[in-house]
Nanobody, 124 residues
Framework: VQLVESGGGLVQAGDSLRLSCAAS???????????MGWFRQAPGKEREFVAA????????YYADSVKGRFAIARDNAKNTVTLQMNSLKPDDTAVYYC???????????????WGQGTQVTVSS
C-alpha cells in the first residue's frame, strides 16, 4: 500500500488548510477496510496522533488539541482521506503523515503503512 499526502503549505494563524492522502497498491484488500489516521511531528518532538477514522461506519477520533478545529473524512470511492484544518495555530506547525492500519488507534505503532509526509507551517 502506498500513501501520498498533499495540501501542505505555509499559512497564517487563523487560516484553514486541507490535507489529502491518496492510497494505491491495495492488492487483495479494499480501501474501505482500512482504518486511516493522521499524525504529525514537529522538530524535536515525538510523532503525535491527530485524528483517525474507522472503516465501515466511519467513526472519527481526535486528539484533544485539535478537537473542534480539525475534521477527518474519507472517500472510499476515490481511495482518499482528508484532514480539514481550521483555525490553525503556530503550534500546529509540523510534518503531517497519513497512515493506514487495522484499527483507528492513537498509537502510531499500530499502523502498517505510512506516507512520506507533508509540511504544514503556521506563522503567527
Amino acid at each position: 500500500v502506498q500513501l501520498v499526502e498533499s495540501g501542505g503549505g505555509l499559512v497564517q494563524a487563523g487560516d484553514s488548510l486541507r490535507l489529502s492522502c491518496a492510497a494505491s497498491g491495495l492488492t487483495g484488500r479494499t480501501f474501505d477496510t482500512y482504518a486511516m489516521g493522521w499524525f504529525r511531528q514537529a522538530p524535536g518532538k515525538e510523532r503525535e496522533f491527530v485524528a483517525a477514522i474507522r472503516w465501515g461506519t466511519g467513526l472519527t477520533y481526535y486528539a484533544d488539541s485539535v478537537k473542534g478545529r480539525f475534521a477527518i473524512a474519507r472517500d472510499n470511492a476515490k481511495n482518499t482521506v482528508t484532514l480539514q484544518m481550521n483555525s490553525l495555530k503556530p503550534d500546529d506547525t509540523a510534518v503531517y503523515y497519513c497512515a493506514a492500519g487495522d484499527w483507528p488507534s492513537s498509537e502510531h505503532q499500530t499502523y502498517n503503512y505510512w506516507g512520506q509526509g507533508t509540511q504544514v507551517t503556521v506563522s503567527s
